[in-house]
């Protein structure tokens, strides 16, 4: 099967959302522009990862003397909208990719859909060949990406609170805290 690429150069919007309730969420990465929308469904610990790692890179970028263009924190209102609709799952990401474009002065932020073949090998950042993974690339301005990490890290919050011991989501009744030996702690 031929491979489809979702490219947007230039997002009016790009965005984590969920979709149910704490607990049942689905998350979905989220891209819009020009009358094209793209919506591919991840796992939460993967919009965790993805908030953090463009922060980083935001901030190496920064250290290299792009100080003028990389904002420190976000520098505009936040996008706090739900998802756009409709939500039709293109794909569930299996790897992502990370990387700055020098020439552009973007970041580039690639997601690989999951493959049938446990070898199957990541394309690189930009790869267009006709075989492999399907993907959603977005290329974001610095301050477009500092708003994404931002608004990701918030979503990925609302959800169920952590235990205060073992970390892992509480149930509204409680949980099997392996910290406990296995007896049920009230939330």
Known sequence: MTRQVFDFTKPER????????PGERTFFLQARQAGHL??????????????????QLLDEVRDRGHDDIVPEGTTGPSDTDPLDAPILEEFRVGAMALG????????????HAVTEEEAAEIPDIGDDETE???TLRVWLEPGQA?????????????????????????????????????YRRRG
């Open 14 to 21: 790009f965005v984590v959302g969920t979709v149910g309730m």
């Open 38 to 55: 793209t919506s591919v469904a991840l796992e939460k610990a993967q919009a965790q990862a993805l908030a953090d790692r463009v922060d």
């Open 100 to 111: 700055w474009d020098e020439a552009n002065l973007r970041v580039v932020i690639e997601a």
């Open 132 to 134: 492999g993974p399907d």
């Open 146 to 182: 500092r708003s994404f990490a931002e608004r990701t890290r918030a979503v990925v919050a609302a959800g169920r609170p952590a235990c205060p011991f073992c970390s892992q989501p509480l149930d509204p009744d409680g949980h099997v805290c392996p910290r406990a030996n296995g």
